[in-house]
């Protein structure tokens, strides 16, 4: 079912938690209801500020317009220890998924993708992008991938704040975590949430948690990611209607959460595509732009033995300022 909503704010506004995460557990009931738990923006907030800053261990599947649930699109894996987080990709699974053609054997390459980030310095390793951008020598190559391309086994280092917050889309698109839905932009998006409601207790495997369900804006969405909207929307090559449809699609967030007031469970979905929206708020003529789905489950909470160490000097490299020229170039 389509949902749209009336109205909404024209910028969202992102809330800084600094409420004690104590009062995000200390107990609980038989049904794994935790101490405190309230359908309300203000225990969500709590919820989500004791999830980031307890270990965890997380998996994330993110599906844009791609066929099937994202329960079956490309998997990152990860840890948290808090304050750095680290996430494993293979991209062969991302690239197949789109369908697009590789002009060599892809099980002759290493694909995969390593971050670490505190988000303000950023840490990439993904030897396989040489790969890919020498096999194509007739193909013209992206700045960002010809800064990339020579790294080899070596982390790229990013100072994310010296490239502007938020980080410019051409840039920020090849740097996995920055610009995209992954895990810490999906936890920072439910503080955009207006209402909360209470969805009962349930089991998760052999967990007992409580169920919320959250409503988020899908510009909020698109802001999380950090597109600048206004200039999006007001830019002439925009397809007129487009701003409406924006301004009312819902994004449905679904949450588990167990006795300890953490997140094990996130859900985020669209629900339904653009031109699904148009029709409900009267417009015409709206490409029907990706329905997006992200499915993101989390474990081992408060296992000190997860750490995430970012990489020594000796094994990264510097690359904000040739990737800070790229920006002023264009």
């Known amino acids: 079912m389509v949902k749209v909503r009336a109205t909404r704010t024209a910028t969202a506004l992102l809330v800084a938690s600094a409420l004690a995460l104590a009062a995000c557990g200390g107990g609980k009931d038989d049904a794994g209801t935790p101490e405190g738990f309230a359908p309300t923006t203000t225990y969500l907030r709590q919820v989500v500020a004791s999830s980031k800053a307890t270990p965890h261990t997380f998996e994330a599947r993110l599906s844009l317009g791609l066929p099937g649930p994202a329960d079956d699109a490309p998997v990152t894996t990860g840890r948290s220890d808090g304050r750095w987080t680290y996430t494993r990709s293979d991209s062969r699974s991302f690239v197949e998924a789109s369908g697009e053609k590789l002009p060599f054997d892809p099980a002759k390459i290493n694909w995969v993708t390593e971050t670490v980030s505190d988000g303000h310095t950023f840490y990439m390793k993904a030897p396989f992008i040489e790969d890919v951008a020498a096999a194509r020598p007739d193909q013209p190559v992206p700045p960002v991938v010809d800064v990339l391309r020579g790294l080899g086994d070596t982390w790229a280092q990013v100072d994310l704040a010296a490239l502007g917050d938020p980080v410019p889309a051409e840039v920020g698109k090849w740097l996995p975590g920055t610009r ?131 990489p020594a000097a000796a094994e990264a490299k510097d690359i904000t300022r040739p990737l800070h020229a790229i920006d002023v170039a264009q």
């Open 180 to 310: 995209d839905l992954g895990v810490r932009q999906a936890l920072q998006l439910l503080l955009t949430a207006r209402t909360v409601d209470d969805e009962g207790p349930a089991t998760l495997g052999d967990v007992k948690v409580h169920r919320l369900a959250a409503e988020i804006g899908f510009a909020d969405l698109l802001e999380a990611e950090g597109v600048d909207l206004t200039s999006a929307l007001a830019s002439p090559s925009t397809p007129k209607g487009l701003a409406n449809v924006v301004n009312h699609a819902e994004l449905e967030a679904q949450l588990w959460i167990d006795g300890d007031g953490h997140i094990r469970r996130l859900i985020v979905d669209t629900g339904s595509t653009f031109q699904d929206i148009a029709k409900v708020v009267g417009e015409k003529d709206v490409p029907d732009e990706f329905k997006i789905q992200g499915v993101f489950t989390f474990s081992h909470y408060g296992d000190h033995s997860i750490d995430v160490i970012p």
